[in-house]
């Protein structure tokens, strides 16, 4: 996790994470996209708002 932070903060590249666990992905994150099914069903890029953690827990929780 360590390696992330400092690679984010000294550089100028893009991160890909695909993580299962959120806060470990929303920490390092400032643009989130969902996916279902291979399509798109969140993505606040298109907004340029913080990721909104309860949207993003509806959209990616098992059997609610």
């Known amino acids: 996790v360590g390696i992330?932070?400092?690679?984010r903060n000294e550089s100028d590249i893009a991160i890909?994470?695909?993580?299962q666990h959120l806060d470990i992905a929303?920490?390092?994150s400032t643009r989130v996209i969902v996916?279902?099914?291979?399509?798109?069903?969140?993505?606040?890029?298109e907004s340029g708002s913080p990721p909104d953690r309860a949207m993003i827990e509806r959209l990616v929780s098992v059997g609610g």
Request: hydrophobic share 50%; charged share 25%.
């Open 4 to 7: 992330i932070h400092r690679i």
């Open 16 to 19: 890909l994470i695909v993580e």
């Open 26 to 28: 929303l920490e390092f």
């Open 35 to 45: 996916l279902d099914r291979g399509m798109s069903v969140y993505n606040n890029a």
